[in-house]
């Protein structure tokens, strides 16, 4: 998987992944959460916990899920595999 960075439809860079240096976690705020969902180590946004509820997630606040860009969803302490949400983003 590659990942492009791009502005104004013009073409950056591109970013390869797994790369030692960028290996950190991203902060739990990085997204201006205030929803007590996380996502992928993230507490969410308002607006991104209402695009995934209404496409499944479930709404129960101090959880937390792994969500994979299929739309797959783990409940991050139990393990348990949720419903899907559908394919998130095109490949």
């Not at 302490?77 to 949400?85: I, N, Q």
Request: hydrophobic content about 40%; overall charge negative; glycine content about 8%.
């Amino acid at each position: 998987m590659v990942v492009l960075l791009v502005t104004f439809m013009q073409l950056l860079f591109f970013l390869q992944p797994f790369i030692e240096e960028l290996n950190y976690p991203m902060p739990e705020k990085c997204a201006g959460g205030n929803t007590g969902i996380f996502v992928n180590g993230r507490e969410l946004h308002q607006k991104d916990f209402d695009l995934l509820a209404s496409r499944g997630l479930p709404t129960d606040r101090d959880r937390s899920y792994i969500v994979e860009i299929s739309g797959r969803v783990l409940d991050e302490d139990t393990g348990e595999e949720m419903d899907s949400l559908g394919k998130l983003a095109p490949t």
